[in-house]
């Protein structure tokens, strides 16, 4: 009887133990895969000022990388005045006549409607203001970003360069 009651608490301490081998075997899994998951995110945060400059002209991401965006307005002018966001257009938009339709575009935050050459966008801000964007960088080449505030992009305009 006495010999049962050992075998059993060997029993449930083993169960226990291996239990715990397989949660934390599975916990490593997952946060392994989490790692690999956020290798392949490209984040990049952009400024802009009242003095209509980003604070970089390029950046890079790979084919199929999942891209995090986030632009952030430093000055202290309101958008309406100073506004600012940051259009990434697709192959081969024309950027002088996307720019021209933009700035038409003031009841749609200098976006033309029904616009097909925009590959992801943030919304127009102010100073102090913020927007974050998630997309997917599109096939290996060059592609133009501008801000599309009327008269901006002659100034605020760069590459994303796509490997």
Known sequence: MYMNKIINCFC????ISCSDKESKKEEK???????VSEINVKRIVFTANDMMKFNRSKFMAKSGQKVILTLKHIGKLDKKIMGHNLVILKSGANLVDFATKAALAKDNGYIPKNSDAILAQTKMLGGGESDTIEFTAPAAGKYDFICSFPGHFGMMKGKFIVE
Do not use: P
């Open 12 to 15: 449930i301490i083993l169960f």
């Open 29 to 35: 899994t997952q946060k392994t895969t989490k790692q």
